[in-house]
């Protein structure tokens, strides 16, 4: 632990952090977690995919802390995609090196893919708890494991910050080299590089050729998941099978999933199936939204989509994506949906929930609305009541009346931009 610890804190020699490491470009998200990293106590959790930058965002938050004038001693980072027998062991090493007293100095403490600790939440509580000479910042890429757990031990005691991919505005500041302006004005900028927006939405990777783009995902995002981290922290794992079926749901995007049809078709137990796309979820290669009913057991026995966790992941495998699917992707991936609604021949793609209200959104690969193709919107809209409709689609913002309804259609391009 002695050596890599002095590799990941090179700052202990140097005062300082590389430029490759804290990236010069700031993403829209690190300003409110510094915001919030500079006036409360709590822990900072960063979740989300790999390679979307959350290493990056620790090692911009220990440059300003280096720049502010904090001893780089009283920092320590560490990555637990090395071994390490606990955070305890960690520090009582990190007091061998340094001589930090790290149970009475002010110590910055930053814990890189945590979820491969076990145990780790209980840790963090425990000195939390007793010592707030201590600030933490934390990351994970098993989002639901990482989210149970600070449920379970850290409740109260942490701020949750998901890192997604690039918006469609960060990726045209990378990609051009300079800070946008307004979409009115950017407009056309943005337009013209939506085609390789969807498919490179990671940091790194913004300049690279298509080839590559598929390689690094491949390599670095899905594979890394299958055969590592899960095998990793589930030993039943089968990551064949855990292929199998990213590959179905990368390829099939926004698949209504018949678990006995699919347990049939791959000869594995209906149960199996379902633990093993919990770990999908669980790693942040797909999203499950689940069909609405008002009753939570009707809604439990109807046919859940499955949808990538970015349509990014889908390019990395096959050029015949389906882009009407691909642009309900963005836009799932935009707004978190929870539902969609099938009833019979009427489907509307997303529904937000909340309490009793509820907002429709349609999804259309197009530049101009059709009412013919809006009817099973306007059906749900009647149903249940509702006063306003949302379709998402190609064109400029404006607002359609229909009787006593009202349908907003929003720019996807804007939508994405923001």
């Given at each position: 632990?002695?050596?890599?610890?002095?590799?990941?804190?090179?700052?202990?020699?140097?005062?300082?952090?590389?430029?490759?490491?804290?990236?010069p470009?700031?993403?829209?998200?690190?300003?409110?977690?510094?915001?919030?990293?500079?006036?409360?106590?709590?822990?900072?959790?960063?979740?989300g995919?790999?390679?979307?930058?959350?290493?990056?965002?620790?090692?911009?938050?220990?440059?300003?802390?280096?720049?502010?004038?904090?001893?780089?001693?009283?920092?320590?980072?560490?990555?637990?995609?090395?071994?390490?027998?606990?955070?305890?062991?960690?520090?009582?090493?990190?007091?061998?090196?340094t001589?930090?007293d790290?149970?009475?100095?002010?110590?910055?403490?930053?814990?890189?893919?945590?979820?491969?600790?076990?145990?780790?939440?209980?840790?963090?509580?425990?000195?939390?708890?007793?010592?707030?000479?201590?600030?933490?910042?934390?990351s994970?890429?098993?989002?639901?494991?990482?989210?149970?757990?600070?449920?379970?031990?850290?409740?109260?005691?942490?701020?949750?910050?998901?890192i997604?991919?690039?918006?469609?505005?960060?990726?045209?500041?990378?990609?051009?080299?300079?800070?946008?302006?307004?979409?009115?004005?950017?407009?056309?900028?943005?337009?013209?590089?939506?085609?390789?927006?969807?498919?490179?939405?990671?940091?790194?990777?913004?300049?690279?050729?298509?080839?590559?783009?598929?390689?690094?995902?491949?390599?670095?995002?899905?594979?890394?998941?299958?055969?590592?981290?899960?095998?990793?922290?589930?030993p039943?794992?089968?990551?064949?099978?855990?292929?199998a079926?990213?590959?179905?749901?990368?390829?099939?995007?926004?698949?209504i999933?018949?678990?006995?049809?699919?347990?049939?078709?791959?000869?594995?137990?209906?149960?199996?199936?379902?633990?093993?796309?919990?770990?999908?979820?669980?790693?942040?290669?797909?999203?499950?939204?689940r069909?609405?009913?008002?009753?939570?057991?009707?809604?439990?026995?109807?046919?859940?989509?499955?949808?990538p966790?970015?349509?990014?992941?889908?390019?990395?495998?096959?050029?015949?994506?389906?882009?009407?699917?691909?642009?309900?992707?963005?836009?799932?991936?935009?707004?978190?949906?929870?539902?969609?609604?099938?009833?019979?021949?009427?489907?509307?793609?997303?529904?937000?929930?909340?309490?009793?209200n509820?907002?429709?959104?349609?999804?259309?690969?197009?530049?101009?609305?059709?009412?013919?193709?809006?009817?099973?919107?306007?059906?749900?809209?009647?149903?249940?009541?509702?006063?306003?409709?949302?379709?998402?689609?190609?064109?400029?913002?404006?607002?359609?009346?229909?009787?006593?309804?009202?349908?907003?259609?929003?720019?996807?391009y804007?939508?994405?931009?923001?």
């Amino acid at each position: 632990m002695y050596e890599s610890m002095l590799l990941q804190n090179q700052w202990w020699e140097s005062d300082k952090i590389s430029e490759e490491k804290a990236k010069p470009y700031r993403r829209e998200v690190f300003w409110d977690i510094m915001e919030t990293f500079q006036k409360y106590k709590q822990i900072i959790m960063l979740t989300g995919l790999r390679r979307v930058g959350k290493t990056t965002i620790m090692y911009q938050i220990i440059e300003h802390l280096l720049k502010n004038g904090v001893n780089s001693k009283n920092i320590l980072y560490f990555s637990f995609d090395l071994p390490s027998e606990g955070i305890i062991d960690l520090l009582k090493e990190y007091r061998n090196i340094t001589k930090v007293d790290w149970k009475k100095d002010k110590v910055y403490l930053f814990l890189d893919e945590i979820h491969k600790l076990k145990n780790w939440s209980s840790e963090l509580k425990l000195l939390y708890d007793n010592l707030p000479n201590l600030k933490i910042v934390i990351s994970g890429s098993a989002g639901i494991n990482l989210e149970r757990d600070a449920i379970k031990n850290l409740a109260g005691r942490h701020f949750k910050y998901e890192i997604k991919p690039l918006s469609l505005k960060e990726f045209a500041e990378l990609y051009y080299g300079r800070k946008m302006k307004s979409y009115s004005i950017e407009s056309m900028n943005v337009e013209a590089i939506f085609n390789e927006y969807i498919r490179k939405p990671f940091p790194e990777v913004v300049h690279y050729d298509y080839g590559k783009v598929k390689e690094y995902i491949q390599s670095f995002v899905v594979e890394k998941v299958l055969f590592s981290d899960l095998v990793d922290i589930f030993p039943k794992t089968d990551p064949y099978l855990l292929k199998a079926l990213s590959k179905l749901f990368l390829k099939e995007i926004g698949l209504i999933l018949n678990i006995s049809h699919l347990s049939e078709k791959l000869h594995v137990s209906k149960e199996n199936i379902r633990h093993h796309l919990f770990l999908l979820e669980f790693s942040k290669l797909i999203k499950t939204i689940r069909n609405y009913r008002p009753s939570f057991f009707a809604e439990s026995r109807k046919m859940p989509k499955i949808y990538p966790y970015h349509p990014s992941l889908s390019y990395a495998y096959y050029d015949d994506v389906d882009l009407d699917k691909v642009v309900e992707n963005l836009v799932l991936d935009r707004f978190e949906f929870k539902h969609y609604f099938r009833e019979r021949n009427r489907e509307v793609d997303f529904l937000k929930v909340e309490g009793k209200n509820m907002l429709p959104v349609e999804v259309k690969n197009t530049k101009n609305i059709d009412m013919d193709k809006l009817k099973s919107l306007v059906w749900f809209m009647e149903k249940f009541n509702v006063g306003e409709g949302w379709v998402v689609y190609l064109g400029e913002d404006k607002t359609l009346k229909f009787n006593n309804y009202k349908i907003r259609c929003v720019s996807l391009y804007k939508l994405l931009y923001h």
